[in-house]
């Protein structure tokens, strides 16, 4: 069983355009986050939802937008994209946001292309 | 400066000879630390946690923490091929809610 899912696994989309990417994990997690990938391999945290709760905006531009329906949900959309947002974009889960728990579990990624 | 610095790569080194990764950290607050792998195309995936100094073995695996010195490394002794991959090295403050990772280290083994 995936322990945490992603989709679509690839996007390409055109400038301007808005588009939603999924997120579920199946661990029991409470927490989940999402990461940008940017071509370079460096790894940033976006945003962190603990039991549906908004605890992490890292000064994304508020064309991202997340939303947790649940706690073992956490989708992202993404409006009047950019060139600059095409990178791979990741989903984790952690078992708690709390010291010594925060083992992260990464799902597979979702590759946006903006064109 | 960076929060969290890893040492420049790409690093090459003989299949059976030991990988030696270094991360340095500038928050003095942090009390987790993580190494992950990544291979290309694939997501991160946990390879060691560490939260008191000293050393932590796993199997072929050793990460040193040292807090006075805010260094943490990794060692792989015996690298394999399938070693090679980047990895990351993530740090994390108490309370925070979130890991800050690395540039990482793009580590080759060449058979």
């Known amino acids: 069983d995936t322990a945490v899912s992603q989709t679509p696994k690839y996007l390409v989309t055109q400038m301007g355009n808005d588009k939603s990417i999924k997120c579920e994990q199946n661990l029991g997690h409470d927490t989940m986050y999402w990461y940008k990938q940017d071509s370079k391999k460096f790894l940033k945290i976006m945003f962190s939802y603990n039991n549906k709760e908004l605890i992490i905006n890292e000064t994304v531009p508020n064309r991202f937008s997340p939303k947790s329906p649940d706690k073992a949900h956490l989708n992202l959309h993404i409006n009047s994209l950019e060139l600059g947002d095409s990178a791979v974009y990741f989903c984790?889960?952690?078992?708690?946001?709390?010291?010594?728990?925060?083992?992260?579990?990464f799902g597979p990624g979702t590759r946006l292309t903006v064109l | 400066q960076k929060e969290v610095e890893q040492n420049s790569g790409p690093l090459s080194v003989p299949e059976g000879a030991i990988a030696s990764l270094n991360c340095t950290y500038s928050?003095?607050?942090?009390?987790?630390f993580f190494w992950y792998r990544q291979y290309s195309g694939k997501s991160p995936e946990l390879i060691m946690s560490i939260y008191s100094n000293g050393d932590k073995e796993d199997g072929r695996f050793t990460a040193q923490l040292n807090k006075a010195s805010q260094y943490v490394s990794l060692l792989i002794r015996d690298s394999q091929p399938s070693d090679s991959a980047t990895y990351l090295c993530?740090?994390?403050?108490?309370?925070?809610?979130?890991?800050?990772f690395g540039d990482g280290t793009t580590l080759t083994v060449k058979p």
């Open positions: 928050d003095r607050g942090s009390q987790s």
């Open positions: 993530a740090v994390m403050r108490t309370n925070a809610g979130k890991s800050t």
């Open positions: 984790a889960s952690s078992l708690t946001r709390v010291e010594y728990t925060d083992t992260q579990y």
